[in-house]
């Protein structure tokens, strides 16, 4: 008779291919069933006047002209 042609490392390499596989399958299951917000305004960052990268929009109300 004839020796199976499968080793023990084809056999290791094939059960890590399936894990991996499985654990995506897993991953975009969970993905699909909580979505984060995708909206623009939670992806949107300002920077502030001392060049500080803060979540909050700057304030755009016309100052009063200084006396210099």
Do not use: C, H, W
């Not at 499985?22 to 939670?42: I, M």
């Not at 992806?43 to 200084?66: H, L």
């Amino acid at each position: 008779m004839a020796k199976s042609q499968a080793t023990f490392m084809k056999k290791q390499l094939e059960k890590n291919r399936q894990k991996k596989k499985e654990d995506k399958a897993q991953r975009k299951q969970d993905r699909k069933e909580n979505p984060t917000s995708g909206d623009l305004d939670s992806m949107m960052a300002y920077v502030n006047e001392f060049g500080e990268i803060t979540s909050t929009p700057p304030d755009t109300s016309p100052k009063p002209p200084s006396k210099a």
